[in-house]
C-alpha cells in the first residue's frame, strides 16, 4: 500500500478502540496515537484532572485542537476518546483527514467493560448503565457515520483486528483510485 492514510477509531469508551488500535497499528506499520493520552502528556493532567479542573467544555476544545494540529497527516491510527467524534462538525473533520472507523457495542456490553475502571469521569454516577445508555442514544447515530462500523462484543480482539485491517486496506485502496 503506497499511501497510508490516516486512520481514525472512533466509538463510545470501552469500545476497544485502544487495544484494537495498537495492535492494527502494529500489523499495518501505522504510528499508533491515543487522543485522550496526548492530551494528558501536553497539559501534564490525567483525563478527570482535566474535567474536574477546567471542565469538559474545555477538554473537548483541547480534543479539536489536537485532530487539528496534534499530530500528520498520514500513516497514523488515532485512537479517539470517545466524545471527541461527537462533537459538532468533528466527524466531517475527521473524514477530511483520514478514514473512520467506529467500533461498536451494546450498552451492557460497555458497562460490562468499564464498570471497574475510576478512569472513566463520566461514569462516576449513580447509575452507570443508565448513564451509557443516554450517552450511546445521543452519539450512536454519529458513530454511524464513519466510513466503516464494526462490531466488537462477542468477537475476539484477534477477529476485530483482522476486521479492522481488511477494512482499512480496501478504504485505503479505493480512496487512492
Do not use: W
Not at 500500500?1 to 497499528?25: C, D, E, I
Not at 483541547?62 to 488515532?78: C, D, K, P, W
Amino acid at each position: 500500500m503506497k499511501s497510508k492514510p490516516n486512520l481514525y477509531l472512533v466509538g463510545f469508551m470501552g469500545t476497544g478502540k485502544s487495544t484494537v488500535g495498537r495492535q492494527v497499528a502494529q500489523r499495518m506499520g501505522l504510528h499508533f496515537v491515543d487522543s485522550d493520552n496526548a492530551i494528558e502528556a501536553e497539559q501534564g493532567k490525567s483525563i478527570p484532572e482535566i474535567f474536574a479542573s477546567v471542565g469538559e467544555g474545555a477538554f473537548r476544545e483541547m480534543e479539536r485542537a489536537f485532530v487539528e494540529s496534534g499530530h500528520s497527516s498520514e500513516g497514523n491510527l488515532i485512537s479517539c476518546g470517545g466524545g471527541l467524534a461527537v462533537q459538532p462538525g468533528m466527524m466531517d473533520l475527521l473524514k477530511s483527514r483520514g478514514l473512520v472507523f467506529s467500533l461498536i457495542a451494546s450498552a451492557k456490553g460497555i458497562y460490562e467493560r468499564t464498570r471497574h475502571n475510576s478512569n472513566r469521569p463520566l461514569l462516576q454516577v449513580e447509575d452507570p448503565l443508565a448513564e451509557i445508555e443516554k450517552l450511546l442514544a445521543v452519539r450512536d447515530p454519529i458513530y454511524q457515520q464513519a466510513h466503516c462500523c464494526i462490531l466488537t462484543e462477542g468477537r475476539t480482539v484477534n477477529e476485530v483486528v483482522n476486521h479492522v485491517c481488511r477494512s482499512y486496506r480496501l478504504e485505503a485502496a479505493q480512496r487512492a483510485r
